[in-house]
């Protein structure tokens, strides 16, 4: 069960990926993926796409999305899967989340143009491949364009995080809020690269705590955010809580992401796979 070749997160072009539903079904197959999501920032809009996509491919396919969450002044992404895309308060709830997006690109150019980098709300959309979608990786690839940083990584260490021009602080859904809309979708929300945020131990420990009480049941452990040492790090933590186990390369892009779709070590066999869940 542990060795099925499971990619459960990515993006498409309709959020901060550049590949399209199709593209990235092929591309996911060819790599040898047997159970596929696509999890798309904040929307839904591509999972007709990306699983009818994957059933003409023989790929299983479960419906995903990841919610991004404000959590104590930080931004924690959830990830459902199996959940209902056509389910109305899900969608309403991403609508909801997705709201304010532009402001904040607009907000985001003003801090750029202040130290000097100009057209960047013009730079990012013109990336952004949905306009219900502008994200930091846009103005990313519209910095890296313009020369200013030589890659993406390199522009999330000198701009668009917090205490860096180009930072402007969001509101997103509520951790219940993401926890409850994935539940009543059919899904089963999971922790998106706990390995990222910068939490002390006690912090972790109430949000895993909190995701628990509010009905979230797993967190990734291998992931294109992991490093080999936080694979067994995030293991200790799903055996430790309870959680299942989920695995998912985050792919977003050929040229800018590390690791490609399916390209990952399998879960350890004493993990609880999330997929464990599902009649597949
Ligand atoms: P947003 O939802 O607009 O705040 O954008 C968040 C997105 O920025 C994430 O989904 C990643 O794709 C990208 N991102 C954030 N931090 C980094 C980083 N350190 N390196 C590369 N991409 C990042
Ligand atoms: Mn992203
Ligand atoms: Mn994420
Ligand atoms: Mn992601």
Redesign the pocket.
Known sequence: MNSINADLHC?SVLS?GTLTPEQLAMRAKSNGVELWSLTD?DLVSSQARAEESARNLGMKYLGGV?I?VSWLGQ?I?IVGLGINPYDQRLIEGLRKTRDG?MQRGQEIARQLAAVGILGAYEGATAFAGNPEL????HF?RFLVEKGVCTD??AV??QFL?EGKPGYVG?VWATLAEAVTWIKDAGGVAIIAHPGRYRLTDLEKDSLYLAFLQAGGLGIEVVTGSHSPEQYVEYAKVATQYGFYASRGSDF?DPTESRTDLGVLPPLATHLKPVWSLFQL
């Open positions: 993006h901060d920032h990841e991004s931004t992404h997006r502008l994200s930091r990786t990313a993406i990584n999330f260490t995080i969001h977003h």
